[in-house]
């Protein structure tokens, strides 16, 4: 017999890695979005106590100016009339993100969606409770990179950089056949039959 006699414990197997392996994902989910999510409302209510309605102040050398402005659309400004349903699709985003959660055992997926749902709940919260009104608020943008008011780029947040980035990861470990439950897909050889 192969368990320990003395200590009356079994052995960790599969089934144990694989809940240790989803706890440290959850963690490293969770953990990510809070401090993603944290970030994002401390610039936002500095940007808006010390930046809006002065001049756009230039940083970096003019890399980025940081200019207040209030968006009401998504990126790029679009969809500027339809508030209300970019705040229920950052709903619909964040409830996936939470049923997927118990599911992962990859810290790549995991730093991913842990910065797309930071950065969803960011601009969520600007929609549920800035004006002018529940579901119908403004987001904050206060980067405008190369030039002020977006003349270079469109102005954005910390929470819409949080967005790009976990998305770009999370396609990435998608193209290289990473899943997010840790199964590795590899292409199979002309040979390979």
């Known amino acids: ?3 320990d006699q003395s200590s009356g414990e079994e052995p960790a197997g599969p089934r144990d890695a694989s809940r240790s392996g989803a ?17 994002d409302i401390v610039t936002k209510v500095a940007a808006v106590a010390n930046i809006e309605g002065g001049p756009p102040v230039k940083v970096l050398g003019g890399l980025f100016y940081l200019d207040v402005l209030r968006n009401p659309g998504a990126a790029f400004s679009l969809a500027t009339g339809l508030t209300w349903v970019l705040a229920l699709l950052a709903i619909v985003v964040v409830g996936v993100i939470v049923w997927l959660a118990p599911k992962l055992r990859s810290s790549g997926w995991a730093i991913g969606l842990g910065l797309v ?16 009104g ?23 947040n910390v929470a819409d950089s949080c967005i790009v980035v976990g998305g770009v990861l999370v ?23």
Do not use: E
Request: some cysteine.
């Open 1 to 3: 017999m192969s368990t």
């Open 23 to 39: 706890g440290k994902s959850l963690a490293l989910l969770f953990g990510i979005a809070a401090v993603a999510l944290g970030i």
């Open 117 to 132: 749902l930071g950065g969803a709940c960011g601009n969520l919260v600007d929609r549920i409770f800035r004006a002018p």
């Open 134 to 156: 529940p579901l119908q608020g403004h987001v904050v943008d206060f980067l405008s990179f190369l030039a002020p008011g977006g003349r270079v780029w469109p102005v954005f």
């Open 171 to 193: 396609v990435l470990l998608s193209l290289l056949g990473r899943d997010y439950d840790g199964t590795v897909h590899r292409k199979k050889k002309a040979t390979d039959s």
